[in-house]
């Protein structure tokens, strides 16, 4: 089945930097896109989405672009804190002309370390 | 606000032995509600969703069941538990809509199953 997968398992920054999350997805039919952090032993905790009629929007201190054209997702958090450590997952999914109960497919996850 | 609550946080249970995880929504009315399992550092499976009381869909064929007695509760189940059947278990929900528009879904803190 179609699936979302994440470029790189792992990423490791120092504080203050800016951190870049990649994702590709592989079902061109997506329409709808999420970024969740999940720290160790909690559930994931939505930071933000992207419709496919954009290309990139901003949050406080992430940002999320899309490029349709080679079917890519990052997520970009700028000045990394200690506490942005975590896992990243990306999710996708069809909602213009499908069900309408949200089903997302969700990636493998990277782990972000940020280091004082 | 909307808040969801998921309860025991862990349990260890022998193999065999039944087994009933509840989650509860508050804030909202008709929401979507969806149960997911994570193997540990992998992503999120959806094992079921509901878009309505008594409403259930399963994605994947296993050992477990789900109900909604109620518009607001979401209960996984199992007569009879396999060691394959631990797991981190996640109960999320997204605002019901009738409209083929894009919504996060919103994650409690999960439950951690440990089949002995």
């Known amino acids: 089945g179609e699936s979302v997968g994440l470029h790189l398992p792992t990423l490791s920054v120092q504080e203050g930097d800016n951190s870049i999350i990649n994702c590709a997805y592989s079902?061109?039919?997506?329409?709808?896109f999420i970024w969740y952090k999940q720290e160790s032993g909690k559930g994931p905790q939505f930071i933000i989405d992207?419709?496919?009629?954009?290309d990139k929007r901003q949050g406080q201190r992430v940002t999320v672009l899309l490029n349709k054209t080679v079917k890519h997702l990052s997520l970009q958090i700028a000045a990394t804190q200690p506490g942005d450590s975590a896992v990243y997952f990306c999710?996708?999914?069809?909602?213009?002309?499908?069900?309408?109960?949200?089903?997302?497919?969700f990636g493998q996850g990277t782990i972000l370390t940020v280091h004082p | 606000s909307q808040t969801i609550h998921q309860w025991p946080a862990t349990l260890v249970q022998p193999v065999g032995s039944p087994l009933s995880l509840e989650c509860t929504v508050e804030?909202?009315?008709?929401?979507?509600l969806y149960w997911y399992r994570q193997a540990a550092g992998r992503g999120l499976q959806l094992l079921f969703y509901?878009?309505?009381?008594?409403?259930i869909s399963s994605e994947v064929p296993q050992n477990l069941s789900a109900s909604r007695p109620q518009d607001r509760q979401f209960i996984l189940s199992s007569k009879k538990l396999l060691l394959s059947d631990s797991g981190f278990y996640l109960c999320?929900?997204?605002?019901?809509?009738?409209?083929?528009?894009?919504?996060?879904?919103?994650f409690g803190d999960g439950t951690r199953l440990s089949i002995l």
């Open positions: 999320a929900w997204s605002v019901g809509s009738s409209r083929a528009v894009g919504q996060p879904q919103h």
């Open positions: 079902n061109s039919a997506s329409d709808y």
């Open positions: 992207i419709r496919s009629n954009m």
């Open positions: 999710a996708e999914a069809k909602v213009a002309g499908g069900t309408s109960y949200g089903k997302l497919t």
């Open positions: 804030g909202t009315s008709n929401p979507n």
């Open positions: 509901s878009v309505g009381i008594g409403q």
